[in-house]
Every structure is written in structure tokens, then in C-alpha cells.
């Protein structure tokens, strides 16, 4: 029986993207993907629950701050349920970024020893968060019931906002992920990358009060339309513009594709560097 020989040569210049690779790799994407779940809640005192915890408590926070003393308005809505519509998102793609930038140099003893598509380090760490995001995804319903909220018609969308935060965090952690192994520092701008993105995403206070000068470099913000996406589709709430929609889906689409080659660019390099 012939077994077929995979030859391996750095690229020169702009690598391809042979993305189909990542297909016949699928078991193993999935394998890194379940590993991570089981570790991150193995061994823990509240396992799951922390993915219910944070959000619950952010939501406490900002409804003090943000809602009592500040007086944010909320579409009319019950402060409480305002943010958390908001945080369970975000939570989502926070999570996947923060696991997706530093994914390669925690997995520096498999990339140094086996050949496979490098990219399944990072699509499985974006891959893995979407346990957190349904269990969380339960205290917003119990939250609805609670407020007695129904959803809209454009609940059907929900799909189509939670791929678009997910492509987003995979989008920005294939750049992270790549100079983070280059650049061991940029570990430590992770968090405050993360902060400030979260104040400039409409989670704490409606889109509405952002200056109209502002709205065009505001729509380039994919979170923006994830966030006020997920408050129409489940609480009735005002949906994003059309334009914001279009402009955050192009935005995505420009750093994904360049992130990928630039991915694949630097992933000669890795087994070197990590």
C-alpha cells in the first residue's frame, strides 16, 4: 500500500491561502475546540456558571453607574435588560479575541513537532467560545421572560449577528495571534485593546448619542452592529442602519482577508519563533 508523502517548502512572497487544507483537518479543529471547553471548565468551582457570572455582574455595575447615577437612556427599555442584551455579545467576542491572540504560543508544543494547517489553532479558539455564549445566552432569556420582552420578527437574524461577532474576533485575533509570536509584548496591549473597544461600542449607552460627525468612522465598528442588532432582534429595539450593517460586513471582510495572509505569511516562521 502506497503512503502518500506530503512534501513541505517555506513560500516565498504571498503564500496561498489553501483554505480547503483546513477541510480535511476538520477532526482536529474540532478535537482543539472541545480540549479547550474541557479545560477551561475542568477542575473549577463554578465551571459554566462563570459564564453567566460575569455578565450578571457587569450588568449590576453598569445599572448602578451607568442607568441610576448617570442617567443613560435605554430605548425605553428596563436599564438591566438594555446591557445585558449588549454584554452577552460582547462577552462572546471578547472572550474568543483574548483566547484567538495568545492561541499559537499556548499551543507553542504541538506547532513545533506536527505539520498541520496553523490556522486551526486560532479557528478553534474562536470556535471554542461559542459554549460560553449559550450558556450565557440563557440568563438573557430568563431576563426577557422576567421583563415579560418578546422578540421581534427579526429574531430569524440572530444567526447572521452571532457569525458576524465571531468572524470579527477571528478577524482581529489572526493579526493578534500572528504578532503576538513575533512580538512577545503585544500579549499586554490584548486587555487594553479589549477596554477600549468596549467603550466604543454602543453596550452601556444607545447608538443614538453618538455625534453624527462621528457615525461613518463609528459604523466600521463591527461590535456597533452586532450589539444594536442583537437589542432589535430580541428586544424590539431600533435595528442598525442599513449603511452601518454594510460598512461593519466590508470592514470584517478587508481584515479577515488580509489577516489570513498575513497569518499565512508569518506561519513559516512560527515553529522558530514561538
Known sequence: MDVPVVRLRPSSGWAALRLSELWRYRELIGFLAWRDIKVRYKQTVLGGAWAIIQPLFTMIVF?????????????????????????????????????????VVTEKQLVTKVYFPRLAVPLSSTLSSLVDLLVSFALLLAMMAWYRVMPGPAVILLPALVILALLSSLAVGLWLSALNVRYRDFRYTVPFLIQFWLFATPVAYPSSLVPERWRVLYALNPMAT?????RWALLDGPGPAPSMVVASSLAVAVTLVAGLYYFRRTEKLLADLV
Open 63 to 103: 445599572s448602578v453607574f451607568f442607568g441610576r447615577l448617570a442617567k443613560v437612556p435605554s430605548n425605553g427599555l428596563p436599564y438591566p435588560l438594555f446591557s445585558l442584551c449588549a454584554l452577552i455579545p460582547w462577552q462572546f467576542f471578547s472572550t474568543a479575541l483574548a483566547q484567538t491572540s495568545n492561541s
Open 226 to 230: 452586532v450589539v444594536e442588532g442583537f
